[in-house]
Each structure stands twice: as structure tokens, then as C-alpha cells.
């Protein structure tokens, strides 16, 4: 087990900075939740840089640089793993979570689960969320074992697996934990698709209002030009 963790963290989304804390409200589980993929590079980069030195060190379990954000971002491999994200009203991604799936033949049946929350979304359940998204996907994907790794001080993450049934194992400053999954059934499979659904419908009209809003204003600004010039 040790030994897998070892060479997975190589190739591995690291932990939430924040996570979120606890199973979500009522209100938290119907927050939409989309699918990422290359077209949303440059948001999950934008999002990660602004993460301060200490949510980034929770995040990836150092302070990792610009540099080092950067060359996370690009090699992230959207065919093999799956990114999930949270969007407000102005399509700013204010959390996300990174399933990496293991590479390793002898452990095709394992992912491992990373997910960071911006600090202004904070306190929303948002972590809690996306790792119950990630565990339906997981799941529908055929994953038996989840595992997380995080720094011992990182309570809202350990939280969020611990009530989810994870084992956890505390080595120092760093901590293991690992959730048996079940098999995918029926139930899973439709509950995956109608939240892929929501989330797109979210999506999209978030876009529309955008676009809506942006024509008004590129409108009034032309009338009061017009308005200067008479």
C-alpha cells in the first residue's frame, strides 16, 4: 500500500487546499458540477495560481511555484483522468477536482482524488461535493479503491473521506487514506448522467446571461457615446 502511494504521488493531483469540510447541505447537492476538458485549460490554470503560498502547499503538498502550477496544468491528460469544476455566475472556476486514475496495469482498478476551493467559496461544501461526484464516476468507471493523500494538517479534506468510510493512516505530517467503492449499479449510472446534465444546462445558460448582460452593457455604452457626440 505504502509503496503504491509512493509511486503514484509522481503522477498524482495532490489534495485540496480547503476542501470544504463535511457531507454537503441540501442546498450544496444540487450545485452544478461540469466536466473539464482541454477547452477549460486556461480556467483550472487561472484558478490554481490564484491559490495563495499556503492553500498551495495543502493543495500539492509544497509551495509550488508558477512555474511548477504551469507545468501541472499542462500535462494534465483530460483522455485518461477526469477533472471536475465548479463555475460561478461569471464562468469562474471557484473549485475543482482532479480524479487521476492509476497507470499502472496491476492497479487499473484505483484513482486517486485531489479537489482545491477558492477562498472566497469557501464554507459551501463544495469539496464534499466534488468528492461525491468524483466517487459516482469513479465508481461508473469501474474504480474498486480510492485513495487520497494529504498532509496531516489538512482537516477538511481528511474530514470529508473519514465520513465518507475512508480509512485513513497517519504517517507524521502526511496522511493516507483509502474508500472501498461498490460496483457501479443502475442508480449510479443514472444519477452520473442526470448530474452531467444539470451541469451542462447550468452551464450553458450562465453563458447566455453572460453574453446577454455584456451585449447590454456594450450597447449603453454606444448610446452615450452617441449622446456625447450630439
Excluded at 115 to 129: D, L
Excluded at 146 to 173: C, P, Q, V, W, Y
Aim: proline share 2%; with cysteine; glycine share 8%.
Amino acid at each position: 500500500m505504502v509503496n503504491f502511494f509512493h509511486w503514484f504521488r509522481s503522477a498524482s493531483p495532490g489534495t485540496g487546499a480547503a476542501a470544504g469540510g463535511g457531507r454537503p447541505s441540501a442546498v450544496a447537492a444540487v450545485v452544478p458540477i461540469r466536466s473539464l476538458g482541454t477547452a477549460h485549460r486556461a480556467r483550472i490554470l487561472e484558478h490554481l495560481l490564484a491559490l495563495d503560498d499556503r492553500d498551495r502547499y495543502l493543495r500539492f503538498g509544497y509551495v509550488a511555484t508558477d512555474e511548477q502550477v504551469q507545468r501541472y496544468v499542462d500535462r494534465l491528460n483530460f483522455e485518461r483522468d477526469e477533472l471536475f469544476g465548479v463555475f460561478n455566475r461569471k464562468l469562474h472556476l471557484i473549485a475543482m477536482a482532479h480524479l487521476a486514475f492509476s497507470v499502472d496495469p496491476e492497479f487499473n482498478s484505483c484513482a486517486e482524488f485531489g479537489v482545491s476551493v477558492s477562498k472566497a467559496a469557501r464554507g459551501r461544501g463544495f469539496g464534499g461535493r466534488l468528492f461525491e461526484r468524483a466517487v459516482l464516476h469513479a465508481r461508473n468507471e469501474g474504480v474498486l479503491m480510492l485513495f487520497i493523500h494529504a498532509l496531516s494538517e489538512n482537516t477538511a479534506m481528511l474530514h470529508i473521506a473519514a465520513k465518507a468510510g475512508a480509512l485513513i493512516e497517519r504517517d507524521g505530517s502526511e496522511s493516507e487514506a483509502h474508500l472501498r467503492l461498490l460496483p457501479a449499479d443502475f442508480d449510479s449510472r443514472v444519477a452520473e448522467l442526470v448530474d452531467h446534465h444539470v451541469a451542462l444546462t447550468d452551464y450553458h445558460l450562465k453563458a447566455q446571461a453572460r453574453q446577454f448582460w455584456g451585449l447590454l452593457s456594450r450597447l449603453q455604452d454606444r448610446r452615450q457615446t452617441t449622446s456625447g457626440e450630439v
